[in-house]
């Protein structure tokens, strides 16, 4: 069980924190998109998605070449609202717009191959 303790310090990274909205808004992603929005290295966008999966705070799945992140479907009520709340207060950042303007995203793709 999520403790808000554990929640709240994993909130308290900037890296960490972006992840996480931009999860709560797009439902899934690669580390290839996380690395394209926030403008940073893939091995730093690694080792904090690893600490959220840890937690159980996101899930991961691998896909051929792609590792895909979405939040644990287990996240306590309480902390969704957290991160919805935050998100409200942060709409159209500079990340979301990096994120959109990103050819070939692989998530997006996967999308379209799930469609019956």
Known sequence: MLEPETFFRALSDRTRLQCLLLL?????LCVCEFVHALEIPQTRVSRHLGHLRDLAIVQDERRSQWVHYSLHPALPGWALEVLETTARAQAGTATLERLAEMPNRPSLALTQEERP
């Open 24 to 28: 709560l808004r797009e439902g899934r």
